[in-house]
Every structure is written in C-alpha cells, then in structure tokens.
C-alpha cells in the first residue's frame, strides 16, 4: 500500500476525577528488621539521627529535655508526611507516638540526674502510611477519513474505542517504585485496557539494566524497528517512545515521503515489526506485511487513559492513531506508557 492523498480527522474526549485521603501511623518499639535491607528503614534511620543531635545539653533539667524529645519528634515526623505526601488540606495529622509508661525509682537524685550527660536512647520507628482512593476516569477515541493510493483506488474508514472506570482502593504505602515507559502498541483487534499475563525481562530504556514489563494482550503488538535484522528486539533502542517519550515522534521520522503516513513508500517499512505474547516464553514477530498492516498514521491525539489490575498499575495510556489493512480494515495504534520493575 502506498498512500498518495490523505484526509484524516482524529477526534477524542477524555474525563477523570479522583478522590483521596492519606492517613499516617508513627509508633516507637523495637526492631525487628535490619534497616540496611529496606529503603524507607534506612530513610527513617537518617531522620532519627538527626532528632538525637537535637537533644539538649547535659546542663539541661531533666523536664525540659523530655520536652524538647517531643518536640522534636513531633516536627520530624511532620517533616516525614511531607516528604511523603506533600501538604494536603485533608490529610490526617501523624499519631503521635506513646508516652513511655515504665516505672521510675522516686529516690532517684535529681541533681545527679540533671548535671549526667542525658544519653540519647534508640529509637525504633514503627510505621504504616494508608492511602485510599476513589477514582472515575473514561476516554474515547476517534479515527476516520479517506485515503487516496497510488494505483488511483480510495479507502475510507472510520475506526474508535470507548473506555470507562470507576475504582476505589486502599493501599498501604511501600518501597516499591515503579517506572512507567512508552512504546507504541499497535491493536490487531479491540483496543483492550488488559495486558497478557505474559511478563518478560527487557532493557526498555536502554540503560544496560533489564526490567520487568507485561507484554500487551494477545491481539496487541509492540511496534519496534529490527535494525540489526536479526528478527528481534534487542532493546528500547528499537522500540518507540521508551527514550523519547513520544513514540508517535519516532515514528514519524521515518515519513520519508511526508505524506503522514508509513506505508511501503517507506524504507523503513520493511523493517517494522511486531513483538507479540505467545506461547514462547519470548513472545513472537511477525512483520507488518504479515499483520495485514499496509500502513500506520504519524499524526496522533491525547488520550489518557490509566491501565490497572486488582489496583495495580500496569500502565497508562498517553495517545492514540490508526492503522490501515493492506486489504481493508483498520485499528488503533496506542502508545502505552508499560509500568517496569527492576528484573530479579
């Protein structure tokens, strides 16, 4: 297919609200985890140490030092929710930590206890941060137009897809990050928001590090250029999106015709491929001209649209385009910002 004239309208509405509080539980007790192992442990430590360097002097009487501990932690521990969360009109003050409830001996000397050098005791941090949100997000999406080819034939089409969702969740705040990154998906069928249960391990960004990453829905395909020829994808150097953040821009630089569109007209067109779930622990490839796929718009419009699994991000939809059928049909190309974790 080689397209000569194009008239290509690409329509679509997006709406979402959302509704969330942040609560915050601090408590003191003793340690039961080595605080190297874990992130937020060893981010708690550093604060702890700096609260101990603000205890008072040995001079100091015994009432205003224990004054000066709470208040102390008092304000690290709102320094904390900060960081976390930032400052927000509706989030609920930390709990503050119990008073120590040991008995003292009363013959204790005082004056003793006021000219000895207050050591600072350990302080083990007990923390649980909640956050619950209510979210409703929808998104559609609209391609349809004609196009004129080479051997003086004409094709209209008109291709779309509607998403919606409501969800509510409560999570409890970890040390896990996720990064999200952007190849394009090209939709061989129904633009779903699932993702194959298929996961595989790939340097997306190109760093010399693998990620974790679901591969789209069977009917889906990840677009990528096999520059090497050797029928894979190497890395996220191949793929759209994953270095740019705008995979549609990527694409559109092997327009060598600047008609919009990638089409046989193209030297790169041959070398577009699609990376596939499949029964291979790998996925599969086949190339467009395999796909039915006779040629792919570069222009695109905005279409966020949040992709989630039993409240866990899987990714997020950032915009959308069309495909044309070398002999009939159409679909959807979307760019899919995929969440990754650091391979094992």
């Given at each position: 297919m080689r397209i000569a004239q194009s008239d290509l309208k690409l329509t679509s509405?997006?709406?979402?609200?959302?509704?969330?509080?942040?609560?915050?539980?601090?408590?003191?007790?003793?340690?039961?985890?080595?605080?190297?192992?874990?992130?937020?442990?060893?981010?708690f430590n550093q604060e702890l140490k700096a609260m101990a360097s603000l205890l008072p002097q040995a001079e100091a009487k015994q009432a205003d030092a224990s004054q000066a501990v709470d208040k102390s932690k008092e304000e690290r521990f709102q320094s904390l929710w900060e960081m976390l969360f930032g400052s927000h009109p509706t989030s609920k003050p930390a709990t503050p930590c119990?008073?120590?409830?040991?008995?003292?001996?009363?013959?204790?000397?005082?004056?003793?206890?006021?000219?000895?050098?207050?050591?600072?005791?350990?302080?083990?941090?007990?923390?649980?941060?909640?956050?619950?949100?209510?979210?409703?997000?929808?998104?559609?999406?609209?391609?349809?137009?004609?196009?004129?080819?080479?051997?003086?034939?004409?094709?209209?089409?008109?291709?779309?897809?509607?998403?919606?969702?409501?969800?509510?969740?409560?999570?409890?705040?970890?040390?896990?990050?996720?990064?999200?990154?952007?190849?394009?998906?090209?939709?061989?069928?129904?633009?779903?928001?699932?993702?194959?249960?298929?996961?595989?391990?790939?340097?997306?960004?190109?760093?010399?590090?693998?990620?974790?990453?679901?591969?789209?829905?069977?009917?889906?395909?990840?677009?990528?250029?096999?520059?090497?020829?050797?029928?894979?994808?190497?890395?996220?150097?191949?793929?759209?999106?994953?270095?740019?953040?705008?995979?549609f821009s990527d694409l559109a630089k092997l327009d060598d015709d600047h008609n919009g569109w990638i089409d046989e007209g193209d030297a790169a067109y041959t070398d577009l491929k699609l990376w596939q779930s499949g029964d291979q622990s790998t996925g599969r490839v086949q190339t467009l001209a395999q796909a039915g796929v006779g040629a792919m718009a570069t222009a695109s419009v905005q279409t966020e649209y949040g992709l989630k699994e039993d409240d866990e991000v899987l990714g997020q939809i950032r915009a959308s385009s069309v495909w044309l059928g070398e002999h009939g049909g159409a679909g959807s190309v979307r760019q899919i910002d995929l969440a990754t974790k650091p391979a094992a």
């Open positions: 509405h997006q709406a979402s609200s959302s509704e969330s509080w942040k609560s915050l539980q601090v408590a003191e007790g003793d340690a039961s985890t080595d605080p190297s192992k874990d992130q937020f442990a060893a981010f119990p008073e120590n409830t040991t008995p003292t001996n009363s013959s204790t000397d005082t004056a003793s206890a006021a000219s000895a050098p207050i050591k600072p005791q350990p302080i083990t941090i007990k923390f649980l941060a909640v956050e619950h949100t209510k979210t409703s997000e929808s998104c559609s999406f609209n391609a349809s137009g004609k196009v004129c080819l080479k051997d003086g034939s004409t094709r209209q089409f008109d291709v779309g897809y509607q998403n919606a969702q409501n969800t509510e969740s409560t999570r409890i705040v970890g040390a896990e990050w996720l990064t999200l990154k952007d190849p394009l998906v090209v939709d061989m069928g129904p633009a779903t928001t699932k993702l194959s249960q298929q996961s595989v391990d790939f340097d997306l960004d190109n760093d010399g590090k693998k990620e974790r990453m679901r591969l789209p829905d069977a009917n889906s395909g990840l677009l990528f250029l096999d520059r090497n020829h050797n029928g894979v994808a190497d890395n996220g150097s191949e793929l759209f999106g994953p270095q740019s953040g705008n995979g």
